[in-house]
């Protein structure tokens, strides 16, 4: 599957964003989806996860209660709304698949797109 990352931008701290990432091929709701995070000069993190059917999400501490994950199968899309932005959110933001189930080790996930550049402004 391709992955294809969309909707990063500059914001100023407390703006939202909604990242979407489209999936190629028609097995995308058989995928377990996350959303990593790399800032500068810093290792890539996990920020959250959406299952298979979308009924459950898991998110790091850094973000619960500000980001939320979403997916339509139907579109092959997930979707990342971020909320009260900070200037510590700052980073490239990648969306990946895993078939492993609410799993948070990059290791874990097998494809993923190109990133998308989120830059919070203080």
């Known amino acids: 599957v391709q992955l294809q990352a969309s909707g990063g931008g500059l914001v100023q701290a407390g703006g939202s964003l909604r990242l979407s990432c489209a999936a190629s091929?028609?097995?995308?709701?058989?995928?377990?989806m996350g959303w990593f995070r790399q800032a500068p000069g810093k290792e890539r993190e996990f920020v959250g996860y959406?299952?298979?059917?979308?009924?459950?999400?898991y998110y790091a501490d850094s973000v619960k209660g500000r980001f939320t994950i979403s997916r339509d199968n139907a579109k092959s899309t997930v979707y990342l709304q971020m909320n009260s932005l900070k200037p510590e959110d700052t980073a490239v933001y990648y969306c990946?698949?895993?078939?492993?189930?609410?799993?948070?080790?990059?290791?874990?996930?097998?494809?993923w797109g190109q990133g998308t550049l989120v830059t919070v402004s203080s």
């Open positions: 990946a698949t895993t078939q492993r189930v609410g799993v948070m080790a990059e290791q874990q996930y097998d494809s």
């Open positions: 091929g028609r097995t995308f709701s058989s995928y377990g």
């Open positions: 959406i299952s298979r059917s979308g009924r459950t999400t």
